[in-house]
């Protein structure tokens, strides 16, 4: 048997992860990179319901009397401790299932993480920190239906063009990317910020946004207001001018 334990399906295949990864660099401003490897990982996580109740004192007698309930789900990362309310949301639309063989593409190398909290433990430390995060007291919450799961996660190895590398995690259950806010941004080359601008002159509102604040640098400076009045009258200057934007316009992306 591949895993003791049940685990959720691998729902993003191999394929998609490039797709994935494009999107998630994107945002970082980066563009020519490859998947230099794949692997899979299986990390361990402890599911489970929660229970808490608010209390207050009652100002007829002094009791405490319940004023508030709340319920939900979480998961506990069962190798680094860890609380995860993104991964106890996957629970909501798929179920683990246990595994026979590794759902992994040949080649793919996988990786099965040991659990290294016990379920006693999970117990005994849960509610403790749920009662710190919703400032109750500790005996005001209860866990309940805790079992043990596998997630699958993809991780990939990246290489840039230039050769800088970085790994990306990726939810092999929702095609999450984990941690995307880690990934370093990449600053923009002169080239790449010429061609979004001329990209961007050829877009009328463009042109008319920045006619209003060139007019409005002109106008807030004396000499810039002469230089530009010279210019803008001079037959010659009006020449060039259309032919620039007329360049920019019509040149191909």
């Known amino acids: 048997m591949f895993l003791s334990k049940p685990c959720f399906p691998v729902t993003v295949q191999k394929e998609e992860l490039e797709g994935i990864a494009k999107e998630a660099l994107k945002e970082r401003h980066w563009h020519n990179f490859k998947i230099s490897s794949t692997s899979l990982v299986f990390s361990p996580f402890y599911f489970f319901s929660y229970d808490a109740f608010f209390e207050e004192?009652?100002?007829?007698?002094?009791?405490?009397?319940?004023?508030?309930?709340?319920?939900?789900?979480?998961?506990?990362?069962?190798?680094?401790?860890?609380?995860?309310?993104?991964?106890?949301?996957?629970?909501?639309?798929?179920?683990?299932?246990?595994?026979?063989?590794?759902?992994?593409?040949?080649?793919?190398?996988?990786?099965?993480?040991?659990?290294?909290?016990?379920?006693?433990?999970?117990?005994?430390?849960?509610?403790?920190?749920?009662?710190?995060?919703?400032?109750?007291?500790?005996?005001?919450?209860?866990?309940?239906?805790?079992?043990?799961?596998?997630?699958?996660?993809?991780l990939l190895s990246l290489q840039d063009s230039s050769g800088k590398s970085f790994e990306l995690s990726v939810n092999a259950v929702n095609g999450e990317v984990l941690e995307s806010e880690e990934i370093p941004f990449r600053e923009k080359g002169a080239l790449e910020l010429t061609g979004e601008t001329i990209s961007e002159l050829k877009k009328p509102s463009a042109w008319l946004d920045y006619s209003k604040r060139v007019l409005a640098r002109i106008a807030g400076s004396g000499i810039l207001h002469s230089i530009g009045k010279a210019l803008l009258t001079n037959r010659i200057v009006q020449a060039i001018i259309l032919v620039i934007i007329a360049l920019i316009v019509f040149w191909p992306r």
């Open 57 to 154: 004192k009652s100002e007829e007698t002094g009791a405490l009397v319940v004023k508030d309930t709340q319920a939900g789900s979480m998961a506990l990362n069962a190798v680094s401790g860890e609380f995860d309310e993104g991964i106890a949301g996957i629970a909501d639309s798929e179920e683990p299932v246990m595994l026979k063989e590794s759902p992994a593409p040949e080649g793919v190398e996988v990786e099965v993480e040991r659990a290294s909290i016990s379920e006693s433990e999970v117990k005994r430390i849960s509610p403790i920190r749920l009662a710190a995060t919703l400032g109750v007291a500790r005996h005001n919450v209860e866990i309940s239906k805790l079992s043990l799961a596998f997630v699958p996660f993809w």
